[in-house]
T-cell receptor
Framework: DADVTQTPRNRITKTGKRIMLECSQTKGHDRMYWYRQDPGLGLRLIYY???????NKGEISDGYSVSRQAQAKFSLSLESAIPNQTALYFC??????????FGEGSRLTVL | GENVEQHPSTLSVQEGDSAVIKCTYSDSASNYFPWYKQELGKRPQLIIDIRSNVGEKKDQRIAVTLNKTAKHFSLHITETQPEDSAVYFCAASLLGGGKLIFGQGTELSVKP
């Protein structure tokens, strides 16, 4: 089945370290997104991309950067991780019809 | 930008009862309102959506209503079952615009 795959699924790191979360998809969708989930805060949009040359900031982009390496790959970087970036991160894809298809999530803990 | 508020944050019902979750949005240009269900340890998945050209949509035991004038929309689940227990998220966007903004989530617990 076509899917959205995130790596790593779990990561523990220390304050100040650089971290990259990777997302790849076999759905053939043009649009890709990174969301962050925190209890009580829902899903907050970090960055989104409509194609390889398009990158857009979301609600909470400070402290994060992204790279769209190919139509099927969208990575999220934390240049210098801090404890309040501890969260569950989801990659998602879509067509322009609205429905998001989420990956399984990457749980990041920053000590 | 768009802001979506969702209430309640937690909801507990007896099996067979109805459950209602409400959301309000701020951007009058939004025209697409999906609802996602996230079971424990799983990824969110779309369960139903509504577009601004209709006021209500049903799919078996779930229904969504939209009041564009008041800028609020609701999810109704009838005859709840234990497998309905999950976190539900509402969201809003301009269809095709790409920026889907979510509410804070409602944890629904259905007690047998």
């Amino acid at each position: 089945d076509a899917d959205v795959t995130q790596t790593p699924r779990n990561r523990i790191t220390k304050t100040g370290k650089r971290i990259m979360l990777e997302c790849s998809q076999t759905k053939g969708h043009d649009r890709m997104y990174w969301y962050r989930q925190d209890p009580g805060l829902g899903l907050r949009l970090i960055y989104y991309s409509f194609d390889v040359k398009d990158i857009n900031k979301g609600e909470i982009s400070d402290g994060y950067s992204v790279s769209r390496q190919a139509q099927a790959k969208f990575s999220l970087s934390l240049e210098s991780a801090i404890p309040n970036q501890t969260a569950l991160y989801f990659c998602a894809t879509s067509l322009n019809t609205g429905e998001l298809f989420f990956g399984e999530g990457s749980r990041l803990t920053v000590l | 930008g768009e802001n979506v508020e969702q209430h309640p944050s937690t909801l507990s019902v007896q099996e067979g009862d109805s459950a209602v979750i409400k959301c309000t949005y701020s951007d009058s240009a939004s025209n697409y309102f999906p609802w996602y269900k996230q079971e424990l340890g799983k990824r969110p998945q779309l369960i139903i959506d509504i577009r601004s050209n209709v006021g209500e949509k049903k799919d078996q035991r779930i229904a969504v209503t939209l009041n564009k004038t008041a800028k609020h929309f609701s999810l109704h689940i009838t005859e709840t079952q234990p497998e309905d227990s999950a976190v539900y998220f509402c969201a809003a966007s301009l269809l095709g615009g790409g920026k889907l903004i979510f509410g804070q989530g409602t944890e629904l617990s259905v007690k047998p």
